[in-house]
């Protein structure tokens, strides 16, 4: 599975901003997706998943009703949605799929290159 993410950018505090990301090769609406992002010095964290169907949603407490995770398979692609953004926004975001919860932590199978979000404050 190759992902191939867009939409990243330069907002100030409080705007919005639209990651896109496309799969392509082995596809299959069966995969959950998901996104992460790493600020700079810091661990890459988890940011949201969405189940294969659509159905099912996760996010971290730290964007919980601000970001909305959502796919449209017939485009295997799936979106973020990210409102009201603050500083500690700023960050590379990677998508992600086979997204999943697993000995503690959640982990992918599969990671696209990364694009950049950075916030003015």
């Known amino acids: 599975v190759q992902l191939q993410a867009s939409g990243g950018g330069l907002v100030q505090a409080g705007g919005f901003l639209s990651l896109s990301c496309a799969a392509s090769g082995r596809t299959s609406g069966s995969y959950s997706m998901g996104w992460f992002r790493q600020a700079p010095g810091k661990e890459r964290e988890f940011v949201a998943r969405?189940?294969?169907?659509?159905?099912?949603?996760y996010y971290a407490d730290s964007v919980k009703g601000r970001f909305t995770i959502s796919r449209d398979n017939a485009k295997n692609t799936v979106y973020l949605q990210m409102d009201s953004l603050k500083s500690e926004d700023t960050g590379v975001y990677y998508c992600?799929?086979?997204?999943?919860?697993?000995?503690?932590?959640?982990?992918?199978?599969?990671w696209g290159q990364g694009t950049q979000v950075t916030v003015s404050s």
């Open positions: 992600t799929a086979g997204t999943r919860w697993s000995s503690g932590r959640w982990a992918s199978d599969y």
């Open positions: 969405i189940s294969g169907s659509g159905g099912a949603t």
